[in-house]
């Protein structure tokens, strides 16, 4: 039986948020495979590169040009017999980069009963009936926003941004603050859904205010946030409350305003945690969890969907009834919705990658669709030898050189290669940097999906 290798050839998306020509980190991955006609354009924006079997982009094997999707249907091994029996002969997951020049909309996936709903629905708007769980881990320093605030920070921006509270209204705000005062760090679950019903009825009336409304807070919001940046969102006296970045948050809101115009977002971001991710560093995001990105080059991965529900930053459809009905509401610190990895005991490293302290680490959502590895290789000769796996990989090499090998055949890599791996095979990934440089390291993100309870089956083919 053929090795199951493939070099991949993957398409990137020109959607109007992304990094612009050179700078974009998905376009430049996407050239070092692409298609004969595909030539980097200086001002045409670079958004994803899409790693799979989706059919709106899907991946090619670089030798045959036949798509992932074709040969995993034409050879169910590659998957494995429970992976395709599940997942309907598809790759569980979606892999992707993303270089976010400017926010995307703020946005929910919803859960997998409200997806089949809105699917029946309004196929057009949600063109998959199944569940979105997404997990970010930044390549370069990130900005987003995620989940709901602790309501005591909500409280404070109630109080301290005027323009805020005038477009709620002080009615509804006042209501809000009546309800949750002293209850805000609660763990009692009355409580809690006392909190939260609080909490959508506040957001609802913001996510309802007209567009006069928002466009007369917006230029209030914007000369605050210009003529007194140092003090924005700042209450008299040491609150705990006050935020240590003032002149962040104005420069934000500046900048955001400048992408989107008049719109909404701007005054979401007061609801939402503000989170920045230093490389390495990972977010994972649940069905109903409420999200934008900002900025940053990420890698992405998902469950295979394309359902989003949006309610501003964006010039697309939005659906704020469904929106405000179907999100959680619940409320936390961002730390956590941050995702800690944890050393992937599956693999093991050779003497030169021991004592070139190189790692390979795991990032493991709570769910059944994907997982992820990264494997920092610092010195060449440094080797990792991946167990096999009942289940795919796919592999992408975001820094570095190196080489990969399954069974007899060995592949060269560089930054922006991409491969897939097939179940039940051995990998070996060695660094091959020229060891004159500084910087030998070889950093390679690996995707894969292996259904729980299954044993390893070591059966090389
Ligand atoms: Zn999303």
């Not at 980097?40 to 670089?62: C, F, N, Q, R």
């Not at 997942?87 to 703020?106: D, N």
């Not at 807070?217 to 946030?225: E, G, K, Q, R």
């Not at 971001?269 to 409420?290: C, R, S, T, W, Y």
């Amino acid at each position: 039986m053929q090795v199951p290798l493939l070099r991949l050839q993957c398409g990137v998306n020109s959607y109007d948020w992304g990094k612009v020509g050179q700078e974009s980190t998905a376009a430049k991955y996407a050239a070092t495979t692409a298609a004969p006609d595909f030539a980097i354009e200086a001002e045409k924006p670079y958004a994803e590169l899409w790693m799979g079997t989706h059919p709106s982009l899907p991946s090619k094997d670089v030798e045959t040009q036949r798509t992932l999707l074709d040969l995993v249907q034409d050879n169910q091994a590659l998957l494995s017999t429970q992976i395709n029996e599940r997942f309907g002969g598809r790759l569980p997951f979606l892999f992707k980069v993303l270089s976010i020049r400017k926010a995307l909309s703020i946005q929910a996936h919803p859960n997998k009963k409200l997806a089949e709903q809105l699917h029946a629905r309004d196929s057009k708007n949600y063109p998959d009936d199944n569940h979105k769980p997404e997990m970010t881990i930044a390549i370069t320093p990130f900005e987003g926003v995620c989940g709901f605030r602790p309501l005591a920070e909500i409280t404070h921006f109630l109080q301290a941004v005027k323009p805020l509270r005038n477009l709620v209204g002080d009615k509804a705000a006042s209501a809000f603050e009546q309800i949750v005062k002293g209850n805000e760090d609660s763990e009692d679950s009355t409580v809690i859904q006392t909190n939260k019903e609080a909490l959508r009825s506040l957001f609802t009336c913001l996510m309802e205010s007209s567009p006069e409304n928002i466009e007369s807070a917006t230029s209030d919001l914007l000369s605050i946030a210009e003529s007194s940046p140092d003090s924005f969102a700042i209450l008299p006296g040491e609150k705990e409350t006050n935020p240590s970045n003032p002149s962040e948050i104005a420069a934000l809101v500046t900048r955001l305003n400048g992408q989107f115009p008049n719109d909404i977002g701007l005054f979401v971001f007061f609801f939402l945690n503000f989170v920045k991710l230093q490389p390495g560093e990972a977010m994972f995001l649940k069905a109903d969890d409420i999200h934008a990105y900002i900025s940053g080059d990420i890698i992405e991965c998902m469950a295979s969907s394309d359902n989003v529900v949006r309610a501003g930053f964006t010039p697309k459809f939005k659906d704020v009834d469904t929106l405000t009905q179907m999100l959680t509401y619940s409320y936390a610190p961002i730390e956590e919705q941050k995702l800690q990895a944890t050393d992937y005991p599956y693999a093991v490293l050779n003497a030169t990658a021991y004592s070139s302290a190189s790692s390979a680490m795991l990032y493991d959502p709570p769910i059944d669709e994907f997982s992820v590895v990264k494997t920092d290789l610092n010195r060449k000769g440094a080797k990792v030898t991946f167990d096999p796996i009942d289940g795919p990989s796919i592999i992408i090499c975001t820094r570095g050189q190196g080489k990969i090998t399954v069974g007899n055949k060995t592949e060269e890599v560089k930054e922006g290669y991409v491969f897939f791996v097939g179940a039940t095979a051995e990998c070996i990934i060695e660094d091959t940097a020229s060891g004159e440089d500084e910087d030998d390291v070889f950093t390679t993100y690996k995707a894969f999906c292996e259904l729980p309870g299954e044993e390893n089956a070591p059966d090389h083919q």
